[in-house]
């Protein structure tokens, strides 16, 4: 009777035993197979497609992650300003894995925020003149007339690029000139943090420092006087620029045919007008550079703009910044204000000068996009036009905080910083994003290497 119940006892415990270490085997396989990274990227993936799904069945209705991708905008927007960049390169990674729109939607969105923000950009700096330059207006229209064509036949030529670019070399690409960017424009920006670390002390040696700082601003200038000093000349040549290169991208139309004529997407018409865009910003160019009057950007001391002049024909400086910065901002699908930013404070152009003066240039280039895509039949119009609204505001506020804390503190290195901080997170996204996008092609099987433009 021992022995059975022995018996039963031990058969009891072995069955108990296989179930639970079958069960556990069981167990354990999803949890190792969880960790895997290729995992977690197809559930990151399923997340998106999800909430793209979501997205289309609503018909663009404000869900809970449109109002969260909106209240990041609006913080997005407000740095962005402060740095007189476009904030491209943190909408577009916002909208496509906060709110899960597709990369095309999102750029048209990007195209009308970044507008948005830029108009309150140039309204507010056409109405500022700086004692500290001389009370001369903050934006370098020099500079601007010289730039804008070269920057905007840039963007085509990168725009070819990417189309031709595998999506892994242009994630990679992206990464490294803008961490490039990053680092050197935080030095620049340390750097002029010392040197206005040591103006103001002398100014308290001196003594001067308290009547200074009530008598004069160092970058709003009187706040009574906002008369608009605008050199109409030059400023009918940046829209008759803008009118001509658009006019061009209306009638070619892009590589899918849309377009206000019907012409052959990629056919021997299309490349024909493509290519006008080179004598035009050649010829644009070279009205400014045959100029008798001397390029004399706006720079922090005598010596920056000794050292630009000794740079050869230093007029040329620009237009071929501008070039790099469009052909990058075309590849990276961004504007080229955020590229732009960093070149100009290399060269020497005060922080102040360049933001201002970059929001300027990003408003011709933003705009021209933004009134194709309305041309063009844009859907969601009206949710386009609440984002740019958004970010209006934002940038209002983002500008009267930032230029506050100048006056203040007398340190206009805080926009060499707040450029830092925006080209720092818009590395870690728009990377994180590209590589997202690169693993998905991997997965799925796609032909990952250079492609044919058309």
Same mark, same amino acid.
């Given at each position: 009777?021992?022995n059975?119940?022995l018996t039963?006892?031990?058969l009891?415990?072995?069955?108990f035993l =296989?179930?639970f270490?079958?069960?556990?085997?069981k167990?354990t396989?999803? =949890?190792?197979?969880?960790l895997?990274t290729?995992n977690?990227?197809?559930q +990151?993936?399923?997340w998106?497609?999800h909430?793209?799904?979501?997205?289309?069945e609503?018909q663009?209705?404000?869900s809970?992650?449109i109002v969260?991708?909106?209240?990041?905008?609006f913080?997005?927007a407000s740095?962005?300003s402060a740095?007189?960049?476009g904030?491209?390169?943190?909408?577009?990674?916002?909208? +496509?894995?906060?709110?899960?729109?597709?990369?095309?939607?999102?750029?048209s969105? #990007?195209?009308?925020?970044v507008?948005g923000?830029?108009?309150?950009?140039?309204m507010?700096?056409? @109405?500022?003149?700086?004692?500290?330059?001389g009370g001369k #207006?903050?934006?370098?229209?020099d500079?601007?007339?010289?730039s804008?064509? @070269?920057?905007?036949?840039?963007v085509?030529?990168?725009?070819?690029?990417?189309?031709a670019?595998p999506e892994?070399?242009?994630?990679?690409?992206?990464?490294?000139?803008l961490?490039?960017? +990053?680092?050197?424009?935080?030095k620049?920006?340390?750097?002029?943090?010392?040197?206005?670390?040591?103006e103001?002390?002398?100014?308290?040696?001196?003594g001067?420092?308290?009547?200074?700082?009530?008598?004069e601003?160092?970058?709003?200038?009187?706040?009574?006087n906002c008369?608009?000093?605008?050199?109409?000349k030059k400023?009918?040549?940046?829209v008759?620029?803008?009118?001509?290169?658009?006019?061009?991208?209306?009638?070619?139309g892009?590589?899918y *045919?849309q377009?206000i004529?019907?012409i052959?997407?990629c056919g021997?018409?299309?490349?024909v007008?493509? #290519?006008?865009?080179?004598?035009?910003a050649?010829?644009?160019t070279?009205?400014?550079l @045959?100029k008798?009057?001397?390029?004399?950007?706006?720079?922090?001391?005598?010596?920056?703009?000794?050292?630009?002049?000794?740079? *050869?024909?230093?007029k040329?400086?620009?237009?071929?910044?501008?070039?790099?910065?469009?052909?990058? *901002?075309?590849?990276?699908?961004?504007?080229?204000?955020m590229?732009?930013?960093?070149?100009l404070?290399?060269?020497?152009v005060?922080?102040?000068?360049?933001?201002?003066t970059?929001?300027f240039?990003v /408003? /011709?280039?933003?705009?021209?996009?933004?009134?194709q895509y309305?041309l063009?039949?844009?859907e969601?119009?009206d949710?386009?036009?609440?984002?740019?609204i958004? @970010?209006?505001v934002?940038?209002?506020?983002?500008?009267?905080?930032?230029?506050?804390?100048?006056?203040?503190y007398g340190?206009?290195?805080?926009?060499? /910083?707040?450029?830092s =901080?925006?080209?720092?997170?818009?590395?870690?996204?728009?990377t994180?994003?590209?590589?997202l996008?690169v693993?998905?092609?991997?997965?799925?099987?796609?032909?990952m290497?250079?492609?044919?433009?058309?």
């Open positions: 009777m021992d059975q119940k039963c006892l031990t009891s415990l072995s069955i =296989i179930t270490t079958h069960s556990q085997a167990q396989e999803p =949890i190792s197979d969880a895997r290729d977690f990227l197809n +990151t993936y399923q998106l497609s909430q793209r799904a979501q997205l289309q609503t663009f209705k404000f809970a992650p969260l991708a909106g209240i990041f905008c913080i997005a740095i962005s740095g007189g960049i904030g491209g390169g943190l909408f577009i990674p916002i909208l +496509t894995l906060v709110a899960g729109l597709d990369l095309r939607t999102a750029s969105l #990007s195209a009308f925020m507008t923000g830029s108009v309150a950009n140039v507010y700096n056409l @109405c500022i003149k700086s004692s500290k330059f #207006s903050l934006i370098d229209y500079i601007a007339l010289l804008e064509p @070269c920057m905007l036949l840039g085509s030529l990168g725009v070819i690029c990417n189309l670019f892994w070399l242009t994630t990679i690409l992206f990464a490294l000139f961490a490039w960017c +990053t680092s050197r424009s935080c620049n920006g340390l750097v002029r943090w010392e040197m206005e670390s040591e103001l002390l002398r100014l308290r040696n001196d001067e420092y308290l009547e200074q700082k009530e008598i601003a160092p970058l709003l200038g009187t706040k009574g008369k608009l000093g605008i050199p109409w400023m009918g040549v940046l008759l620029v803008w009118c001509s290169f658009c006019l061009v991208y209306l009638l070619r892009n590589r *045919g377009g004529t019907q052959e997407p021997m018409a299309y490349w007008l493509s #290519s006008i865009q080179i004598p035009l050649i010829i644009y070279a009205w400014m @045959c008798k009057e001397n390029l004399q950007p706006h720079t922090l001391n005598q010596k920056d703009i000794q050292d630009l002049q000794n740079v *050869g024909p230093s040329l400086v620009f237009p071929s910044m501008a070039l790099l910065a469009g052909i990058l *901002g075309g590849v990276f699908g961004i504007g080229g204000g590229l732009i930013s960093p070149l404070l290399q060269v020497g005060a922080p102040e000068v360049t933001a201002a970059c929001s240039m /408003f /011709f280039s933003s705009s021209m996009s933004a009134f309305l063009l039949g844009m969601h119009a949710t386009a036009l609440i984002f740019a958004v @970010c209006f934002a940038s209002l506020l983002g500008l009267v905080v930032l230029q506050r804390a100048i006056k203040v340190r206009a290195s805080l926009i060499v /910083f707040s450029v =901080i925006v080209m720092a997170l818009s590395t870690v996204l728009m994180t994003f590209g590589a996008e693993w998905r092609d991997f997965v799925s099987g796609n032909y290497g250079f492609k044919q433009p058309c």
